[in-house]
Structures are given as C-alpha cells and as structure tokens.
C-alpha cells in the first residue's frame, strides 16, 4: 500500500487568500493615507479661519453710542411679547379638532384681541356645526363664534368643500 502524501510547498501566486489578504493590506494603507491627508487639511482651514477671526477690527462707531428711544424699547418688548405666547398649544387644538371633512384656507391672528380668525371649507353644514363643538369643547378656548358659512354653487374640483366658513376664536388668557 502507498500512500500519496505531497508535501512539496505551494507557490503563494496558486494561493487565492494571498492575493486578498494583500489586495486588503494596500487598500487599508491607502485608506488610513487618506484619511490623514483630509485631518491636516482640515486643520491647516481650522486654523486659517481663526488667524482671520483674529485679525478682524472690532467695530466702530462712526457717532457716539445713543440709547434707544422709548417708542423703540416699547416695540421690541411688544414683539418678544408676542414670540412668548403659546402659538404651538393654540394651532395643535385647532389641528386635533378639524377632521378630514374640514380644510383650512387660512389663519389670521389678533394678538390684542387674544384671537385667531379661521377661514376655511366643509363637506356639510354639520362638519362645520361639528368642528365648532369640539373646538368649544377644549380648554384653551374662551369663546368660538361662527362668524359666516355659506354655500359654493358651480364649482367642480377634486379637493373642493362646497361649504365656506369663517370662525373667530378667542383664545384664555
């Protein structure tokens, strides 16, 4: 009996998982290379961007410093004021009573008046009568008043609400 046993050595070109094993070596080098060339690029702008910071003049008054004057302290309170209010509370009650059988056109707001207009269109009369309920029924809400609806004739529109509204509310304090 004879056994066949080779154990002559392989040439590393016959050997497959050499050639990957390189392939992947020249490839991380090359990455880890790029790598560092992107980090030295992007701090040499680094620190052009703070040599110029630097370099800048601080700004100069051509006439002398003046304090605002009263009507101007005034608006800018009245408008941080109105920043202030909670405008995200007030439109997700609106948003969480319209149904998909209402369609808001528009939104105006009074801030003096502490209310919001709402121009919109309906399926019905009762999506309308509905929609005015469930806003009457929040909290936020003092008043809600139904100001007009009316009736669109002739028109043929895949997103037209034949029913025209306008509501006005006022919201609490």
Do not use: C
Not at 81 to 104: C, D, G, M, R, S
């Amino acid at each position: 009996m004879k056994l066949h046993l080779n154990f002559k050595k392989e040439s590393i070109r016959n050997n497959p998982f050499a050639f990957i094993f390189l392939f992947a070596l020249i490839g991380s080098v090359h990455q880890l290379w790029f790598r560092n060339n992107l980090l030295e690029t992007r701090d040499r702008i680094a620190e052009h961007i703070v040599r110029q910071q630097t370099k800048s003049t601080p700004l100069t008054y051509s006439q002398p410093h003046q304090r605002p004057n009263p009507k101007e302290i005034s608006e800018i309170q009245k408008v941080s004021y109105y920043l202030q209010l909670p405008w995200e509370t007030l439109f997700q009650q609106i948003k969480k009573a319209a149904t998909k059988n209402i369609f808001i056109n528009k939104l105006e707001t009074g801030v003096e008046k502490k209310q919001i207009v709402i121009v919109g269109q309906a399926d019905s009369s009762e999506a309308i009568l509905d929609f005015v309920n469930r806003l009457r029924s929040q909290k936020v809400w003092q008043s809600v008043f139904l100001k007009d609806e009316t009736k669109a004739h002739n028109i043929s529109s895949q997103n037209f609400k034949p029913y025209n509204f306008q509501l006005e509310l006022i919201w609490k304090p």
